[in-house]
Each structure stands twice: as structure tokens, then as C-alpha cells.
């Protein structure tokens, strides 16, 4: 097959966006990182659907053994996500075969610091991670003008002090 010139993409075609999406965990397998004195790390691939029910592509995740909290406060969601009792122990690599196949919803932010733009979780958004029976009530509250407008936007007429009528605004307050 010939390229022609002509009609290369002149964009990388990164049109994934920070949201919230429905997420299939296609694997869940366990990797060992480039430290080598670190434990492995449960690697996880989704399929991202959008709320109308479109692939958005694929994003990839890790849970990790660590005692930061924001690491642990992650797993535990994820966990929560996945329908995983968070009561007594088990070892990360037990749980990924508990995951496999399982759809949650995941709260996404672009992460522009390496070479090309990367979806991951947003730990620091909302709770990162939601049981997918909640993904209409968490899509909501992420798009709040989009649903039929149960948050009103505010406009330059919009009056949010009940000044009285004849009532000089900028003399008498």
C-alpha cells in the first residue's frame, strides 16, 4: 500500500478527554516494576464506554502495595468499585483474578507531564472509582449542565441579593 503525504493526520488523534466512563477490566495481571526492591503490582487494562453508550478506547491502571494513604484510599476504592468486601486480608495478586471482567465506573484526568498526553484515574477529583450501578448518578454530578439543567447557570441578570424595587444598589448597599 502506497502512503500518500497528502493525507496524513496533521493531529496525534488523542481525542479521549478527562471524564467520567463505564470501565471493563479486560486484565488484571500481576507485573514487577523497574525497582526491583518493590513488590509487583496489579496491572489493569479497561475498555472505556462514554455515557451514551460509545467506545472512548482504552486506559491502563495500577494498584499498588504501599503505605502512602492516597495509594491505599485508591485500592480501597477500587476495591469498593469491584464489589470486594473491604474485611479482613488478601493478597493483591489474589484479588486480580477477582476483578477480571468486572465493569466500575472511573473518574479520568489527562495527564500531560510525560511525552504525549496520558488518561489515567483522578485520585484528587471526586472518589475515583464507583460501583457501575452508580455511573448515571456520578456521570450527573460531573456534567451538571447536561442534565437537564437542574444546576442553574448564572447570567448577568441573575439577581442573587432580593434588593426591593426602587432600592438604589450601588448608592445604598
Known sequence: MAIQFDKLPTESG???KADVYKAHIDEAVMRKGKDPTKPAYLSLKYTLTTHEGKKA???????????SQVVQYKLGRFLTA????LVGTMELKDIAALVLNKEIVVDTVVDESGKQPRLQVDPFGREAYYPVG??????????PDENGGS?????????F??????????ADY
Do not use: R
Request: glycine letters at 8%.
Open 161 to 170: 441579593m432580593n434588593i426591593p424595587e426602587g432600592v438604589n444598589e450601588e
Open 82 to 85: 469491584c464489589g470486594i468486601p
Open 57 to 67: 478506547g482504552i486506559m491502563f491502571d495500577g494498584q499498588y502495595e504501599s503505605e
Open 14 to 16: 488523542f481525542s479521549v
Open 151 to 159: 444546576v442553574p447557570a448564572a447570567t448577568e441578570s441573575t439577581n
Open 134 to 143: 452508580q455511573f448515571d448518578e456520578i456521570w450527573k454530578l460531573a456534567h
